[in-house]
């Protein structure tokens, strides 16, 4: 095969230009320390890239996500403590409040401070997070979730919303709190009676906690208390409380509600503190009379907020009254105090089990973080001693590459004439 001197030059300039493309790509992999400058050198492990890169974005992204979540919980955590603590010295003013040997004045002046732990105890309840949204509005979250709305009353703005955050690929975390849920969670006994009522008869809630068991239990239905005359002058009235169903009411002790009216002067006091949580004040009809007292009524145990509760004490403490009158209301209030304390112990034990969530979960976030940096690492960083290797290799091959297209460059006829 005859080859002619532009043969010769042409693969001569062809070799070196390869030569310093080889020596230029190694160059550009080891400054970068990355195996693949582009796609094109290797378009499978490119995309197999790509794919790890987004996975380990959207990895950082979750951790994030509990970081945020983790402040934020944190300072519910320390709000609702605080919030504990100024309620167990409300509660001790309260019963400081009840000696009998404090004037009015002296009352007066324990209600103001009540008062001040009240504004404290208020500014905790609406308390900002770094985003400047209210930690217990539930979904409002620009929206200031207790106000007291001018007769004593401090009413819930919030929402029962929640937000969710995503913390991993199939794990959502609640990211907002619903003050409803952790602030208005006292239960306040009242049966309220319906007009038109008999005469000398009246109702009152004397054990709360066993009311309020027996309405949660049983719902909000009408409850009647019959009163019917004895059938001969002189006999005793008879009384059966009954369900909206007309059917007898069971107390705690499983037995029909029902018996003889006790004997005394009028109004005479039915006691089913114990069975119910109820007392009666009842004026029985006469014996004989046939006549029925039928005095209906509404139990219920609607929810306030503590707010409301340290409200209704200071009022009370603030007009004086008689020592039963103060011990009431006192009672009244340790009473509420107490179940708004339960809430937020409630509360607190949830946000723990998220925290405990968001530590779980980061850190299977940061072993897949690692696993996933480990197999990016393999694909695209660069073996060192292999490059340098080769880019000597190649760089030995530039060399004799000049070298030989100088020589032969040289052999023509030409230097022969």
Same mark, same amino acid.
């Given at each position: 095969?005859?080859?002619?001197?532009?043969?010769?030059?042409?693969?001569?300039?062809?070799?070196?230009?390869?030569?310093?493309?080889?020596?230029?790509?190694?160059?550009?992999?080891?400054?970068?320390?990355?195996?693949?400058?582009?796609?094109?050198?290797?378009?499978?492990?490119?995309?197999?890239?790509?794919?790890?890169?987004?996975?380990?974005?959207?990895?950082?992204?979750?951790?994030?996500?509990?970081?945020?979540?983790?402040?934020?919980?944190?300072?519910?955590?320390?709000?609702?403590?605080?919030?504990?603590?100024?309620?167990?010295?409300?509660?001790?003013?309260?019963?400081?409040?009840?000696?009998?040997?404090?004037?009015?004045?002296?009352?007066?002046?324990?209600?103001?401070?009540?008062?001040?732990?009240?504004?404290?105890?208020?500014?905790?309840?609406?308390?900002?997070?770094?985003?400047?949204?209210?930690?217990?509005?539930?979904?409002?979250?620009?929206?200031?979730?207790?106000?007291?709305?001018?007769?004593?009353?401090?009413?819930?703005?919030?929402?029962?919303?929640?937000?969710?955050?995503?913390?991993? &690929? $199939? @794990? !959502?975390?609640?990211?907002?709190? *619903?003050?409803?849920?952790?602030?208005? =969670?006292?239960? +306040?006994? /009242?049966?309220?009676?319906?007009?038109?009522?008999?005469?000398?008869?009246?109702?009152?809630?004397?054990? &709360? $906690? @066993? !009311?309020?068991?027996?309405?949660? *239990?049983?719902?909000?239905?009408?409850? =009647?208390?019959? +009163?019917? /005359?004895?059938?001969?002058?002189?006999?005793?009235?008879?009384?059966?409380?009954?369900?909206?169903?007309?059917?007898? @009411?069971?107390?705690?002790?499983?037995?029909?509600?029902?018996?003889?009216?006790?004997?005394?002067?009028?109004?005479?006091?039915?006691?089913?503190?114990?069975?119910?949580?109820?007392?009666?004040?009842?004026?029985?009809?006469?014996?004989?009379?046939?006549?029925?007292?039928?005095?209906?009524?509404?139990?219920?145990?609607?929810?306030?907020?503590?707010?409301?509760?340290?409200?209704?004490?200071?009022?009370?403490?603030?007009?004086?009254?008689?020592?039963?009158?103060?011990?009431?209301?006192?009672?009244?209030?340790?009473?509420?105090?107490?179940?708004?304390?339960?809430?937020?112990?409630?509360?607190?034990?949830?946000?723990?089990?998220?925290?405990?969530?968001?530590?779980?979960?980061?850190?299977?976030?940061?072993?897949?973080?690692?696993?996933?940096?480990?197999?990016?690492?393999?694909?695209?960083?660069?073996?060192?001693?292999?490059?340098?290797?080769?880019?000597?290799?190649?760089?030995?091959?530039?060399?004799?590459?000049?070298?030989?297209?100088?020589?032969?460059?040289?052999?023509?006829?030409?230097?022969?004439?």
């Amino acid at each position: 095969m005859r080859v002619s001197s532009l043969q010769i030059f042409q693969n001569g300039v062809r070799n070196i230009q390869t030569g310093q493309t080889n020596i230029a790509n190694l160059q550009n992999q080891i400054s970068t320390g990355k195996k693949l400058i582009s796609p094109a050198d290797d378009p499978v492990a490119a995309a197999q890239i790509l794919k790890l890169q987004r996975e380990l974005t959207t990895t950082q992204t979750y951790n994030e996500n509990i970081t945020v979540s983790e402040r934020r919980l944190s300072l519910e955590e320390q709000t609702l403590q605080q919030i504990q603590n100024a309620s167990d010295r409300v509660r001790e003013l309260a019963i400081q409040a009840n000696n009998g040997a404090l004037t009015d004045a002296d009352r007066k002046g324990i209600a103001g401070e009540i008062r001040e732990m009240q504004t404290f105890i208020q500014g905790l309840m609406n308390t900002r997070d770094a985003q400047g949204e209210y930690l217990f509005a539930g979904a409002k979250g620009k929206t200031q979730p207790f106000s007291n709305d001018g007769s004593g009353v401090y009413a819930y703005n919030g929402d029962d919303e929640t937000r969710l955050i995503q913390v991993g &690929p $199939e @794990v !959502f975390t609640q990211s907002t709190d *619903s003050g409803r849920d952790i602030f208005q =969670t006292i239960q +306040v006994a /009242a049966a309220n009676v319906q007009a038109p009522a008999p005469a000398g008869y009246s109702v009152s809630v004397s054990e &709360p $906690e @066993v !009311f309020r068991n027996y309405v949660n *239990s049983n719902g909000r239905s009408d409850l =009647t208390l019959e +009163v019917v /005359a004895g059938t001969n002058p002189g006999d005793p009235a008879t009384y059966t409380l009954l369900d909206s169903d007309g059917n007898p @009411v069971k107390g705690t002790s499983g037995n029909n509600l029902s018996g003889t009216v006790p004997d005394g002067l009028a109004p005479v006091t039915l006691d089913l503190s114990l069975e119910i949580g109820l007392s009666f004040a009842v004026t029985p009809p006469a014996g004989g009379s046939g006549t029925t007292d039928d005095l209906v009524f509404t139990p219920d145990v609607p929810r306030r907020n503590i707010l409301t509760s340290i409200e209704n004490l200071i009022v009370s403490l603030e007009a004086g009254g008689t020592a039963d009158e103060v011990n009431q209301a006192v009672t009244t209030a340790l009473d509420e105090l107490e179940q708004g304390q339960e809430g937020i112990i409630s509360a607190q034990t949830q946000m723990g089990g998220r925290l405990s969530t968001l530590e779980n979960q980061r850190t299977i976030n940061e072993d897949f973080e690692i696993f996933t940096k480990a197999a990016l690492s393999n694909l695209e960083d660069l073996d060192y001693a292999e490059a340098i290797s080769a880019f000597s290799f190649q760089e030995v091959a530039l060399q004799a590459a000049q070298q030989t297209f100088a020589r032969v460059n040289n052999l023509t006829l030409f230097n022969f004439l």
